[in-house]
């Protein structure tokens, strides 16, 4: 596990870079939050993001993150951004404070009806494939209006934006793209659904500064912060 003050040095760099992409396009530091992902690290170090004033992080697994809630002892909001199967879903509703990862209308009813179940209105976020990239889970962004038109009408769910993962190239713009697409179906479903949907989860250690500049409110950082998993 990376020692305290590591963690502290790389929150800080990130913190600065946020901070340069914000202003290089005109936005306020404010408007974007980190997201420290913590999945395969120990337990240890969601108690450091406490430390370092941190209120939420993201894990990928139900179970994994389920483990973990039990030794971490500290409030802490805890979101998952990884992709859910149906049948965690019941242990994903009592694990998580956000699901991230919501990408069809099977698994959005289902979580709606287990929520209203355990007495839980669940924040979520739509994963949309911006990058249309084969190897990527998330629903189409030619289906995006649909779904969340469905999301707004279950009494158990809370609506608050979407989500992507870019596409891994080597080509930067690759990924700036995806981002821009995200940003753009989110522009077209709240005008189409006179809805708001101000959450925009995107970017990740390699590429939150292009993220950012084309509207990212929040960046899922794991590597950059923790080190290699
Ligand atoms: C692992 C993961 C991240 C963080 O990736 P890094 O490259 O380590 O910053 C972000 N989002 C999702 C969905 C992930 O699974």
């Given at each position: 596990m990376i020692s305290y003050d590591k963690f502290i040095n790389n929150l800080k760099d990130i913190q600065v870079e946020i901070e340069k992409a914000c202003i290089q396009c005109g936005r306020s530091p404010g408007e974007v939050r980190l997201l420290p992902v913590t999945k395969n690290h120990p337990a240890g170090v969601i108690e450091y993001c406490y430390r370092a004033k941190?209120?939420?992080?993201?894990?990928?697994?139900?179970q994994e993150a389920n483990e973990k809630k039990t030794l971490v002892k500290e409030p802490m909001h805890w979101e998952l951004i990884g992709h859910l199967q149906s049948n965690k879903v019941k242990q994903a509703v009592q694990t998580f404070d956000r699901i991230q990862t919501i990408d069809s209308e099977?698994?959005?009813?289902?979580?709606?009806?287990?929520?209203?179940?355990?007495?839980?209105?669940?924040?979520?976020?739509?994963?949309?494939?911006?990058?249309?990239?084969?190897?990527k889970h998330g629903i189409g962004v030619v289906e995006t209006e649909?779904?969340?038109?469905?999301?707004?009408?279950?009494?158990?769910?809370?609506?608050?934006?979407?989500?992507?993962?870019?596409?891994?190239?080597?080509?930067?713009?690759?990924?700036?793209?995806?981002?821009?697409?995200?940003?753009?179906?989110?522009?077209?479903?709240?005008?189409?659904?006179?809805?708001?949907?101000?959450?925009?989860?995107?970017?990740?250690?390699?590429?939150?500064?292009?993220?950012?500049?084309?509207?990212?409110?929040?960046?899922?950082?794991?590597?950059?912060?923790?080190?290699?998993?």
């Open positions: 941190i209120d939420a992080i993201g894990e990928n697994k139900v099977k698994l959005l009813m289902r979580v709606d009806r287990i929520s209203g179940e355990e007495g839980k209105v669940m924040p979520i976020l739509i994963e949309v494939n911006a990058g249309n990239d084969p190897a649909a779904l969340v038109k469905k999301a707004l009408e279950c009494k158990h769910l809370k609506i608050e934006g979407l989500m992507t993962i870019a596409p891994l190239s080597d080509d930067s713009s690759v990924a700036r793209k995806a981002f821009a697409t995200l940003r753009e179906t989110r522009n077209m479903v709240e005008r189409a659904l006179n809805c708001k949907l101000p959450t925009l989860s995107m970017g990740m250690s390699d590429d939150f500064e292009d993220a950012i500049k084309e509207g990212s409110t929040i960046v899922r950082v794991g590597t950059a912060l923790f080190g290699e998993r």
